[in-house]
Structures are given as structure tokens and as C-alpha cells.
């Protein structure tokens, strides 16, 4: 049981990367322009996040040396300092976004303002973490993302053909009829880089550390890593056929996060919308925790600070100071006015008005 | 940097702003083709979305914020469609481009308010229909 819940780890690491706010749009958009034709890129991309997350956890159970500090003793401190800014600016937008996914997940589960549950999510997760041990959080959150296993449901229930998806696992090469090549090889890049993203090896091995890996756990390492990973691709996969099966013959390119809910619970009823959004939410907050962590992980490992989600907030805050900062340091943008139907009708007709003035809208031909 | 010397930088750069904000865009072909694809997928989004609420397999909350993210997509193109000056030869693609990205975001303020009418659900998707055959005239006059 015990080595069973040490699969968390790499759920969550996983989940929260695999399945973030970009790559859920960005996969259904390439399954909604190419088909399946870029299942391939997946296959390739968890190939390679289990090759580095495995190596990270083994340099971190054995030497007992986080990513960081590997860099700095590599790189050499200058460049070792532009790969840590450059990272935790990453971090840090990667973060603000998966809150504001938080926000919109939220809003579509309770109908609240978004202002107020992205504030609101940001001061939960902090608690959160605050509160709990490290275990805690990984078990939490890695389990509460398996909700998403309803995509992969959906995806089996509206049939996808088997061929298209066996063919879409060749590369590039073999890829019959390619349209638009250039747009294909942007999303095969984004793809597969979206699966490699640096946080979740920083998280992961910290992690390891964070749990006291040891030499003995090397097999537990490879396992965690390997099979959070496969599970995480299952899921991006399903996204990538879900585009295929329901967007691309309708000729729709999804654009927003609440359009892929839809496709996700095509076949199914309300509970299946409830169920796709909890599971949303667990995997975006996965992300900003990850994210935000990951941030004062980088920080002290590289500056030989003291750390550690497990040690007290008070022995390491620097660390604390960090991480907690990585939460707020994005403003919430101004609230728009609310949207009412008497408002929007009057403000077409207005633009109706300015665009008649200007000789490009012919009146009364609006249908 | 003195006060002084900040606040010209600051009005310089507040006047390209402005300047920026007031000019035409010129926009070509290709750009008005993929405009009006947005549109056109933007229309079959929302006849999407219809038949899934008129299904009964969408939660209240979930219907209403995704009624208006929808909505508000529409009013970005909109609200940009005054600015843009095409390319000669493709004003009468412009101007189906317009009229549809308008009625759609009228269609969208309609759908909005009725949620939970299926009779005013159902125009709304037959007008959304009609404004997305217009739009893929208009593509093809490209």
C-alpha cells in the first residue's frame, strides 16, 4: 500500500504537467486540425519525460543532489543563473496561468465571479501547503486528477478509429496527405515540448529528496516515474482524439478551456461535466503547486539556501518567502463589467451604427 | 532619471499608444481568410454548444459561463472589425465578414438569455446556421 501511494509522486508530477491548462487546448486544437496525425509526438515526448524525470530521480536518491544545484555545479554560475532566471520566469507565468485556470474551472463549477475565486484559489493552495506535509499534497492532488480519466472514457465511447490512431503513432515521415506543414510541425514541436516541461523534473526531484529516496528506492523510482508518465500520455492522448472525433469534422478550432469540457463529456450527462471540471481542477492545481514550489526549489538549491516543504515555514524563509511569492506576484486583471444580454444587444447595435457610418456594414442585412 | 525626464519618456510612449490605438490595421487576404475561419468555427462552436444544453447534459453553471466566454469572443472580434481596412479586392469578403461576426454576436447575447428556452434556443442555432453559410461565402470570395 505504502509503495502503492508512492505512485502519487509521479501521478501528480505528471498530471500536472501532461495536463495543464495549455497542453489540455493546445492538444485538443492539434487533434482538431491534424486528426491523429500527431499522436506520434506524444509517444516521443513521454519516452523522453520518463528518460529525464527517471535520471533526476536517480541523481537525487543516490547523490542526494537536486536538479539545481546539479546545474550550477555543471553550468558554472552565470550561466547557471541565466537557467534559473529564465526557469522561474517560467515558473511564474506557468503558475499565475494555471490559477487563472483554477478561476475559470471554479466559475464554471459554482458560477462565482472569477476575480474573487482567483484570489480565493490562490490563498487555498498556499494554505494548503502550508498545511500539509509533502506526502499529502502529492497523494491529494495526484489522486483527485484521476477524475480526468473521464476524457479517456469519453474518447473510447465515441469510437475512434483504430487505424487513423495506430497510423498516427509513426512519425512524421510516414504521414500521408499532410496538410499545412508548416502548422503541423509548429504543433509537433509544441507537443512534444509541452511534455518535457522543466518544472515537473524540478518538482520530481525534489520530491525524491523531499521523501527521502534512497539508493534502495531506484526501482521504485523508475516505476513512479514510468508509470505517471504512461498515465499522463493516456490522458493526452485522449485529448488529441477527443479534437479528432469531435471538433475536427465540425471544422471547430477550440480556443478556450470551457470548449474542451464539452468534448470531454460528449456521450454523458451532468455528473460527467462535474466530474471533467473537479478533475480540471485537481490537475491545474496540481500545476500552480508544482509550479509555484518548483520555484523556491530552484532558488535555494542554487544558492545552497536551506529548504524543504517538509521543514518548518519558519527554519526555511527564504524558501517559504519564495514559493508563497510565486502565488501572488501576478495582478488579477481589472474586472470587466458584467456581460447582460440588454447591455450586449444595445453594444452590437452600436457597432452595427460605427460600422454602417463607415460605409462596411449594410443595414438591416443582418441575419 | 529625473521626474521630468520620466514623464516625457512617458508621454511619448503614451502618445504611440494612442496613436496605435486610433489608425486603421490594414489587412490582407490571408488575414481576413483566417478571420473569417475563426468565425466560421466560432459559429459551429456555438451550434455545438446548443445541441449539447438542448440535450440536457449541461450543468446550469457550467452553460452560463460557457455561453459567455463564447459571447465574449465574438465581442473581440468585433470589437476590432472597425479598425481593419482590407486589402483592395476584398471589401465585399470584408463586409460578409462583418455583418456575420455581428449577427453572431447578437445570436451569442440572445443565446445568453435564453438558456433555459428551447424554442429561443432552437432560432438562435437555425440564425447561427444561416450566419455560417454566409461566412463560408464569404471565404470563398477570397
Given at each position: ?10 501521478v ?30 506524444i ?13 533526476c ?41 494555471e ?69 498516427g503513432?509513426?512519425?512524421?515521415a ?37 521523501e ?15 508509470l ?35 468534448a470531454?463529456?460528449?456521450?454523458f450527462?451532468r455528473?460527467?461535466v ?11 492545481s ?82 | ?8 519618456v ?12 486610433s ?41 452560463e ?14 470589437g ?31 443565446m ?26 464569404a471565404?470563398?470570395?477570397?
Amino acid at each position: 500500500m505504502k509503495k502503492l501511494l508512492g505512485i502519487t509522486l509521479g501521478v501528480m508530477t505528471a498530471l500536472g504537467g501532461f495536463v495543464d491548462l495549455g497542453q489540455i487546448v493546445f492538444t485538443m486544437q492539434a487533434g482538431a486540425l491534424f486528426g491523429y496525425q500527431l499522436l506520434w509526438t506524444i509517444v516521443l515526448g513521454t519516452a523522453g519525460i520518463i528518460v529525464y524525470m527517471e535520471m533526476c530521480g536517480r541523481i537525487a536518491a543516490v547523490a542526494r543532489q537536486p536538479v539545481f544545484a546539479v546545474v550550477r555545479t555543471c553550468l558554472g554560475f552565470r550561466l547557471g543563473l541565466v537557467t534559473l532566471v529564465a526557469s522561474n520566469l517560467l515558473n511564474l507565468l506557468t503558475c499565475a496561468a494555471e490559477l487563472g485556470g483554477i478561476a475559470i474551472v471554479l466559475h464554471l463549477l459554482t458560477g462565482l465571479p472569477e476575480r474573487f475565486l482567483l484570489i480565493a484559489s490562490a490563498i487555498v493552495l498556499v494554505s494548503l501547503i502550508l498545511l500539509l506535509r509533502f506526502q499529502w499534497i502529492e497523494r491529494i492532488f495526484g489522486l483527485a486528477g484521476l477524475m480526468m480519466i473521464i476524457f479517456a472514457v469519453s474518447a473510447l465511447t465515441l469510437r475512434p478509429n483504430w487505424n487513423e490512431f495506430a497510423h498516427g503513432l509513426l512519425p512524421i515521415a510516414f504521414q500521408p496527405d499532410l496538410k499545412q506543414p508548416v502548422l503541423y510541425s509548429y504543433f509537433a514541436v509544441g507537443s512534444f515540448s509541452a511534455l518535457l516541461m522543466a518544472y515537473e523534473v524540478h518538482f520530481y526531484s525534489s520530491g525524491a529528496i523531499e521523501e527521502g529516496w534512497k539508493s534502495k528506492d531506484l526501482g521504485e523510482n523508475f516505476m513512479v516515474a514510468a508509470l505517471g508518465s504512461v498515465l499522463g500520455a493516456v490522458l493526452t492522448m485522449a485529448l488529441l482524439v477527443l479534437g479528432a472525433l469531435v471538433f475536427l469534422p465540425k471544422g471547430i478550432f477550440p480556443d478556450i478551456l470551457s470548449t474542451t469540457v464539452e468534448a470531454g463529456t460528449l456521450p454523458f450527462g451532468r455528473k460527467a461535466v462535474i466530474l471533467a471540471l473537479c478533475g480540471m481542477l485537481a490537475t491545474l492545481s496540481g500545476a500552480a503547486i508544482e509550479t509555484g514550489l518548483s520555484g523556491g526549489y530552484n532558488l535555494c538549491q542554487f544558492f545552497h539556501l536551506a529548504w524543504g516543504k517538509n521543514r518548518p515555514a519558519k527554519s526555511v524563509p527564504k524558501f517559504t518567502a519564495t514559493w508563497v511569492g510565486m502565488f501572488f506576484l501576478m495582478r488579477p486583471p481589472r474586472q470587466k463589467r458584467p456581460s447582460r444580454a440588454c447591455e450586449t444587444v444595445a453594444g452590437v447595435e452600436r457597432a452595427q451604427s460605427r460600422a454602417s457610418r463607415s460605409g462596411l456594414y449594410v443595414s438591416g442585412s443582418s441575419t | 532619471m529625473s521626474v521630468h525626464r520620466l514623464s516625457s519618456v512617458l508621454v511619448v510612449v503614451l502618445s504611440f499608444v494612442l496613436v496605435d490605438c486610433s489608425t486603421e490595421k490594414k489587412i490582407n487576404s490571408d488575414e481576413l481568410r483566417s478571420k473569417i475561419k475563426s468565425a466560421i468555427s466560432l459559429a459551429a462552436e456555438t451550434q455545438l454548444f446548443i445541441d449539447y444544453v438542448q440535450q440536457g447534459r449541461s450543468t446550469r453553471h457550467y452553460a452560463e459561463g460557457h455561453a459567455r466566454y463564447i459571447y465574449e469572443e465574438a465581442s473581440e472580434a468585433t470589437g476590432e472589425v472597425r479598425r481593419l481596412k482590407p486589402d483592395a479586392g476584398a471589401e465585399s469578403a470584408m463586409i460578409e465578414y462583418i455583418t456575420g461576426i455581428i449577427g453572431l454576436q447578437r445570436q451569442l447575447a440572445t443565446m445568453q438569455v435564453s438558456l433555459d428556452n428551447p424554442d429561443n434556443l432552437a432560432v438562435v442555432a437555425k440564425k447561427v446556421s444561416e450566419i455560417q453559410s454566409r461566412l463560408q461565402s464569404a471565404n470563398s470570395l477570397l
